[in-house]
């Protein structure tokens, strides 16, 4: 089964605009973390957010915000007033305890195309 | 202020050879991770370092892959004997100790001819 499920293989949004990118997980252990990661066409890995499966409030990070419904286990990313420069892959990652600490699983990505 | 730095940026080299990445860690950060992304595809966790410990290298290929953290200098994801479908970008990640947030260098594109 996978961990992590990106079902959007690309999405698009006009300029300032909000979008959502939506990713589920799995999992059994009861502490983990989420991460979600930009990957723009140059091709490196920025870290945009994190938020851990005990945190109350759903993380925020300027324009990013982590939408965490726990009972559905979904971590979407929000991205408001979307920027041209958001355009790039976004990965959803999870982030188990015990022995898979320390490793980092990975979705297939989301393509987010923003248009002017 | 220097973010992880892998070198070289891209590495070419023929079936057979050798591949040599090497990753140095954020200042501060005692964990090294390795990760492979094929194209078109998610990154895939290879192996977990501390400090002249393996961790986990539980995503490691069982042959003619190799990873080590020494005490002094960079860590090194070894490749030898290369094959095309080694071929890949690898990333390498530092956290701190007690952190989970791991920070990504700009990867290694390996092509192999």
């Known amino acids: 089964a996978q961990k992590i499920t990106q079902t959007q293989p690309g999405m698009f949004v006009q300029e300032k605009e909000a979008v959502t990118l939506d990713c589920t997980y799995d999992?059994?252990?009861?502490?983990?973390?989420l991460f979600w990661y930009k990957q723009p066409s140059s091709g490196e890995m920025i870290f945009l957010i994190y938020?851990?499966?005990?945190?109350?409030q759903n993380a925020t990070e300027g324009r990013y915000s982590l939408n965490f419904q726990k009972a559905r286990k979904s971590a979407n990313l929000v991205i408001s007033a979307s920027q041209l420069g958001d355009s790039a892959m976004y990965f959803c990652?999870?982030?188990?305890?015990?022995?898979?600490?320390?490793?980092?699983?990975f979705g297939q990505g989301t393509i987010l195309t923003v248009h002017p | 202020n220097a973010g992880v730095m892998q070198n070289p940026r891209h590495l070419v080299r023929r079936r057979g050879q050798e591949a040599r990445l090497r990753c140095s860690p954020m200042?501060?950060?005692?964990?090294v991770y390795w990760y492979r992304q094929l194209p078109e595809e998610g990154l895939k966790f290879m192996v977990y370092?501390?400090?002249?410990?393996?961790?986990?290298e539980s995503g490691m290929p069982k042959e003619r892959f190799s990873a080590e953290f020494p005490k002094e200098g960079p860590s090194i994801l070894r490749i030898q004997q290369v094959v095309r479908g080694d071929s890949a970008a690898y990333f390498c990640?530092?956290?701190?100790?007690?952190?989970?947030?791991?920070?990504f260098g700009p990867g290694t594109r390996l092509l192999v001819l």
């Open positions: 990640a530092s956290s701190p100790r007690y952190q989970e947030t791991q920070y």
């Open positions: 999992t059994s252990d009861p502490s983990y973390g």
């Open positions: 938020q851990g499966s005990y945190d109350q």
């Open positions: 990652a999870m982030s188990e305890g015990g022995t898979s600490y320390g490793k980092l699983t």
């Open positions: 200042k501060g950060h005692s964990h």
């Open positions: 370092l501390q400090k002249e410990n393996i961790i986990d």
